[in-house]
């Protein structure tokens, strides 16, 4: 049974906490942005205060054996900073007895990455690339064996786990879901988990109406899945960036020679057909920002979306498009957005993912309900300096994507069930 962070008693007890600090790193090692370990912070600061002590787990990059490139190591001395007391480290996540043993109230202990360990993910590792499907059959089988016993190590150093990764929340690991197992009644979300829940949860289950998603990025096949979920619970869906000209083009708009994928054009059209049906309203890009070469310097002009000619593509969402969506932005009183409607990395076409940003701002600040995720989006309102002016922005690129598909998140579930 699912317990709470706020009304758990820590006294005496060990916590393990599975925590996401895959922060980059520069070729020193300095952490280039430290984001996500504050971000942890709040939960684990409460065990501390709250007499307990913290065993810290997370990953780091994508080792595919023990690397001490992806040493957790490396980021030892600045968790301690952050946290206010000294963090002891553990070089073997699976060999930590002694210093789980050692550990005392008010005291922390990070582990080594647990994807040193192949049974942390659950794939089999080192497979030949010829390897017949049974041999890759046996190998997972294999893997899949001895997790259960790297999960019941790590689920030996503790009295209670808490869950605080959201960025992981969408993968059914060892450390982020298959350990809630070994604690039935005292499980639970860390603060982290907790925002990032409710903030799902406002916009999937309590919207305030209207109702508008922003969805942009590259390509539609990668949103296809939130596109469909979106498209029978909102009022308003803004279709923009790369994805948006494969509708444009499935609305027999000519697009030039922007991004697109014909593959899908039946799959844009069935969900213009539902929407219509739904009597949700898809707003497009009416007017587009068009290059000639795609870099930063190349020659730009704008064009109706539908009118795109050849030799030239589309960069970035024009002002009519924008006004447009600014409207549909401030009548409504749930806006989600993910992804940018440009190519945001090049500044000359950024301005329509900033003018987004913006306006969610000011919808905030009129009352709306806002919830940003996506690297793009995120870091769009980051650039702006809104990230504290819009209601919530998600951690989690990935697994926010998923639960906005409306699935059920493994690391969701584990604790909840
Ligand atoms: P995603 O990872 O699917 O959210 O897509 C993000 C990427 O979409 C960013 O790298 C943008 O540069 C890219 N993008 C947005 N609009 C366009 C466009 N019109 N043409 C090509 N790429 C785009």
Redesign the pocket.
């Known amino acids: 049974m699912q317990k709470y962070i706020d009304s758990y008693d820590f006294s005496g007890k060990k916590a393990i906490v599975r925590v996401d600090f895959n922060v980059p790193l520069d070729e020193n090692f300095n952490i280039t942005d430290d984001t996500r370990i504050r971000a942890a912070m709040p939960t684990l600061k409460k065990v501390l205060a709250g007499g307990g002590s913290v065993i810290i787990m997370s990953h780091l990059g994508r080792p595919k054996k023990v690397d001490p490139k992806f040493s957790l190591k490396h980021i030892v001395a600045h968790v301690s900073e952050c946290l206010g007391v000294p963090v002891a480290f553990a070089e073997d996540c699976q060999k930590a007895d002694a210093e789980v043993a050692a550990l005392k109230s008010g005291e922390a202990l990070l582990l080594e990455n647990l994807r040193f360990y192949a049974e942390e993910e659950g794939k089999p590792r080192g497979l030949a690339e010829d390897a017949s499907e049974e041999e890759k059959q046996a190998a997972k089988a294999a893997v899949k064996e001895s997790q259960k016993a790297f999960v019941a190590k790590l689920a030996s150093y503790a009295d209670c786990y808490i869950n605080d990764a959201f960025g992981t929340a969408h993968r059914a690991h060892a450390s982020t879901a298959l350990i809630a197992k070994y604690f039935p009644e005292d499980k639970m979300f860390g603060y982290l988990m907790e925002g990032e829940i409710k903030a799902i949860d406002n916009v999937l289950k309590n919207a305030r109406r209207p109702f508008t998603a922003i969805i ?4 539609v096949s ?2 296809l899945a939130v596109l469909k979920n979106l498209v029978g619970k909102v009022d308003n869906l803004i279709i923009g ?2 994805m948006g000209y494969t509708f444009i083009k499935a609305q027999g708009g000519s697009i030039g020679n ?2 697109h994928e014909d593959e899908l054009i039946p799959d844009a059209l069935e969900i213009l057909a539902e929407a219509k049906a739904k009597g949700v309203n898809i707003s497009l890009s009416v007017e587009t920002r068009v290059a000639d070469d795609f870099s930063n310097d190349a020659n730009t002009q704008l064009v109706p979306s539908h009118e795109i000619p050849e030799g030239w ?3 970035d969402a024009g002002p009519k498009s924008l006004e447009n969506w600014k409207k549909i932005i401030m009548d409504s009183k749930t806006i989600l957005w993910n ?7 090049m500044p000359a076409f950024a301005k329509g993912t900033l003018q987004i940003a913006q306006d969610l701002a000011e919808a905030t600040e009129n009352g709306s309900y806002t919830l940003v995720g ?1 690297g ?1 989006s995120v870091a769009a309102v980051t650039r702006m300096g809104y990230a504290d002016k819009v209601s919530y922005v998600s951690t989690g690129g990935g697994a926010m994507l998923e639960a906005i598909e409306g699935k059920v998140l493994p690391g969701i579930a584990a604790i909840q069930e």
Do not use: W
């Open positions: 942009g990025g590259s390509k990668s949103k960036g790369g922007s991004l593509e589309g960069v992804g940018p409607v440009g190519v945001f990395e996506g793009d």
